[in-house]
């Protein structure tokens, strides 16, 4: 194959921002990812199949079971997970990643969040840290990304936020009816609410129109292609450069090094399951916190037995998911008004600043539920099957309210991504393995977290109400999934530079949730987006002052 100045792995949030800035710079690129460009005419509208009932069957992909995954469990016990089981903890295989089919929640984190060591210390057992880059370096990026994707919302009924040079591009959605209940009760309360952000269409924006307010939309793709990810923003932008070659069902092996320790490009397996090779001047790796860390531990060499950018043991660690608490209210009146996308309200005001905890995280109102969603949100003692059971649907269906939000999640060293020695998928490539415990601080955050959301709801109005808390046993890497290869100014705690640049290998990247130092009390998609263009910008800039050669 023809040589290339970067080859991008992983068509996703933050690899689509990449191939955009990198193409319409001038550089050639190949753009490899491992799933199909699904469209919402794919994807039928099925409740179950959509909601990550994974047995039967991931819309989004991986379609089979040819990549398995190991689970370690809380006693130490691995267990060998298929991706029709509910431990597999699946992410989006497909062009645009979990963009296609996101709740497209949209925030910017705040800027404590960029400091977390410097403002609370690190608890005992933690490896809590400060990013080496601020709010203030990234805030240009978010604007970047806010305008280029496209993102509607309304900051200004909230204090709790960074400063911004601009409003978002476009307005929020009219309020629904959950909305209009919780409002109030959170003025009465002394708080700050706000009509959360969200890449989503509200006015024709970028060629594309507004969202249709249909009730199926977290975990389904957008039929009127409203809701903004890189599938339909940045990646045809990409494409129509000339620059850009996307190559889908390509799973990629490894980064080939040369002697000298420089990367030279990747090989993978196509669509047919040959191996090819794709030499290259630099490789970036976007393949998600999981993938990319195990792409960079297969990637073993003589200069580098451990693993691509793992001299010091980095690669796989801190990683970190989200732990979502909140509460469920019950009303005595209809709460369900059948408009999407359903979140529509938010709280920012227990972020940070709560004496004893290290965070907190936002707060909003749930995407729009739907029979399946309830199954598990029924009162307490409600039968699971049955009379019973279908009386309490028809009861609460159209009465409930849920606030929940993301907790701010304390990252330890010991959970991890590591390659198990004896799993392999279909391409012969050890699968990735899942261990270690979240934090227990975290589980104090989202106790608090759940017991503010139920006054808020007894505030709107609920008659009872259920607190969801949970206490996973091991960490999460699903949905939200960040932090195994770090980004920092010292190699001996960090996998990239502030630039996300390999430490040890200089035209090597890794550019998605991965990089993340802590995950924030927020969905972190903006975030990811935003440093994709930071970093994007860093690494043009060096390319046309070096060409990253010797």
């Given at each position: 194959m ?24 001038g ?12 469209t ?6 099925d ?9 039967l ?7 089979d079971e ?8 809380a ?8 991706a ?14 979990g963009?296609l ?38 805030e ?13 919302g ?6 709790f936020?960074g ?89 990629v ?8 320790g420089?990367a ?11 191996l ?6 630099i ?51 209809d ?16 972020n ?8 907190g995280?936002m707060l ?5 539920r ?8 029924l ?48 391409w ?15 589980f ?21 109400t ?26 001996k705690?960090?996998?990239v ?5 390999v ?13 993340h130092?802590?995950?924030g ?30």
């Amino acid at each position: 194959m023809k040589r290339v100045n970067a080859v991008v792995v992983g068509a996703g949030a933050a690899g689509g921002i990449v191939a955009k800035e990198l193409a319409t710079a001038g550089l050639s690129v190949a753009l490899l990812e491992r799933g199909k460009w699904y469209t919402a005419n794919d994807c039928r509208k099925d409740d179950l199949r959509n909601q990550r009932v994974t047995a039967l069957g991931n819309a989004f992909g991986p379609e089979d079971e040819g990549n398995p995954r190991v689970l370690v469990d809380a006693k130490g016990v691995p267990h060998i997970v298929l991706a029709s089981e509910g431990g597999y903890q699946n992410d989006a295989a497909c062009v645009g990643g979990g963009t296609l089919s996101y709740g497209a929640q949209a925030w910017r984190y705040m800027p404590q969040d960029f400091r977390m060591r410097s403002t609370y210390g690190a608890p005992q057992g933690s490896s809590l840290e400060d990013w080496p880059i601020s709010y203030d370096d990234l805030e240009p990026y978010y604007d970047k990304a806010e305008y280029q994707i496209g993102i509607s919302g309304d900051y200004s009924g909230t204090p709790f936020k960074g400063p911004r040079k601009r409003d978002l591009p476009m307005p929020p959605l009219a309020p629904n009816r959950e909305f209009e209940i919780l409002w109030p009760a959170a003025k009465r309360l002394g708080l700050h609410p706000f009509h959360l952000p969200m890449a989503r269409n509200t006015v024709p924006y970028n060629g594309r129109g507004p969202c249709m307010r249909c009730r199926w939309c977290c975990g389904f793709a957008c039929e009127v292609d409203a809701k903004n990810g890189s599938q339909n923003t940045v990646i045809p932008v990409a494409l129509a450069t000339g620059n850009c070659d996307l190559r889908t069902e390509c799973m990629v092996k490894e980064i080939l090094t040369d002697d000298q320790g420089r990367a030279r490009g990747v090989s993978y397996f196509d669509a047919n399951g040959h191996l090819q090779e794709q030499l290259a001047d630099i490789v970036v790796v976007s393949g998600c916190a999981t993938e990319s860390a195990r792409l960079l531990l297969n990637s073993k060499s003589k200069l580098f037995p451990a693993g691509l950018g793992n001299r010091y043991d980095q690669v796989g660690r801190h990683l970190q998911g989200h732990h979502y608490t909140g509460a469920i209210g019950y009303f005595d009146f209809d709460t369900y008004d059948d408009v999407g996308p359903g979140a529509s309200i938010a709280i920012c005001d227990y972020n940070h600043g709560t004496p004893g905890l290290s965070g907190g995280g936002m707060l909003a109102n749930e995407f729009i539920r739907l029979p399946i969603h309830m199954i598990d949100r029924l009162p307490e003692n409600t039968p699971s099957w049955g009379p019973g059971h279908k009386k309490a649907m028809r009861d609460w269906h159209k009465r409930t309210i849920q606030v929940f939000g993301p907790t701010q999640q304390i990252p330890t060293a010991t959970g991890r991504v590591t390659v198990d020695p004896a799993v392999k998928d279909k391409w012969g490539m050890p699968v990735v393995r899942l261990e270690g415990n979240v934090h227990p601080h975290t589980f104090d955050i989202g106790d608090v977290q759940a017991k503010r959301a139920e006054a808020w709801l007894k505030e709107a109005g609920a008659i009872h109400t259920s607190l969801a808390t949970g206490r996973p046993e091991t960490v999460s890497a699903s949905q939200h999934q960040a932090g195994t290869c770090r980004m920092g100014n010292d190699p001996k705690g960090s996998v990239v530079n502030k630039f996300c640049q390999v430490h040890d290998v200089d035209n090597v990247f890794v550019i998605d949730g991965s990089v993340h130092v802590t995950n924030g009390g927020f969905n972190p998609a903006l975030t990811i987006m935003a440093v994709a263009f930071y970093a994007s910008d860093a690494l043009v800039h060096n390319w046309k002052g070096t060409g990253f050669r010797s």
